[in-house]
């Protein structure tokens, strides 16, 4: 599985460079981002769970700001978005580790981290 990613990611560099004169890296570059939410109470909460792993890329979570990762994700909706950080969803522990967490702050969280707006 692995290995066929690499293969494609690198597939993807090599082709890339080809096509216009887009010196940005390509889209599925994946860079761990020190970015935190500007609310302070907020920022905390993410420093102290999802940030260990969301913004890790050797945890496998879709990381914060990486817009290409979140999409797919966002379209499933708020709902099953919550459902999953609520009760976990295969590497993605119930709670996000954060047991105190309102289902409001995991939705502001799930935004930021997704750095685009949630479907109702
Ligand atoms: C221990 C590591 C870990 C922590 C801590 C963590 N996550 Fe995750 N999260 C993951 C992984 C791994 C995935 C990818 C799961 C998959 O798609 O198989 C994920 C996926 C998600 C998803 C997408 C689920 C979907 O339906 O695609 C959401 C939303 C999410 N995390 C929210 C959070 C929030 C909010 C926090 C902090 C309160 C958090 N996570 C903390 C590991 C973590």
């Known amino acids: 599985m692995r ?10 560099a090599i082709a890339l460079p080809g096509c216009g004169d887009d010196a940005k890296p390509p889209a599925t ?3 761990a981002s020190n970015a935190t939410p500007s609310d302070p109470a907020l920022a905390q909460i993410y ?4 940030q260990l ?21 966002i379209q499933q909706g708020a709902d099953t978005l919550l ?3 609520i009760n976990g969803y295969n590497g993605m522990p119930p709670m996000g580790l954060c047991v105190e967490c309102s289902e409001e702050q995991f939705l502001q969280l799930i935004g930021f981290m997704a750095d685009q707006p949630l479907p109702q």
């Open 3 to 12: 290995a066929l990613r690499l293969t494609f990611l690198l597939a993807l």
């Open 29 to 31: 570059h994946r860079v």
């Open 47 to 50: 420093t102290n769970s999802c």
């Open 53 to 73: 792993c969301h913004a890790n890329p050797a945890a496998n979570a879709p990381l914060t700001g990486d817009r290409k990762a979140w999409e797919p994700r």
């Open 83 to 85: 459902d999953h950080a």
